[in-house]
């Protein structure tokens, strides 16, 4: 079993930062590919970026690519997304997922664990 805690959103203006952490539960959390996701007010939940379980390979949706930064700390069971150059579309719920194994999905289907989800709000 894997719990996942998110942490760190907030409300900032459009061309600001923050950065969200996803705390993981489990000895084997440095095993998994994690991966986060957004769902916007009336949209579907989508994929934003992933990351392998080593850390070396990441994997971004073409409107965050150059903006977001995806990372992990294994040794604090702790997965990061950096938010930069935020724009007001960019506001949405963000989740942290995982499937539990090492393959890269980005369909939410794909993912067996959630986080609760934090809010992210871009003012213009």
């Known amino acids: 079993q894997v719990q996942l805690v998110e942490s760190g959103g907030g409300l900032v203006q459009a061309g600001g930062s923050l950065r969200l952490s996803c705390a993981g539960s489990?000895?084997?959390?440095?095993?998994?590919?994690m991966a986060w996701f957004r769902q916007a007010p009336g949209k579907e939940r989508e994929f934003v970026a992933a990351i392998s379980w080593r850390g070396d390979s990441t994997y971004y949706t073409d409107s965050v690519k150059g903006r977001f930064t995806i990372s992990r700390d294994n040794a604090k069971n702790t997965v990061y997304l950096q938010l930069s150059s935020l724009k007001p579309e960019d506001t949405a719920v963000y989740y942290c997922a995982t499937n539990g194994e090492s393959g890269i999905y980005y369909s939410d289907e794909k993912y067996d664990y959630w986080g609760q989800g934090t809010q992210v709000t871009v003012s213009s």
């Open positions: 489990g000895r084997t959390f440095s095993s998994y590919s």
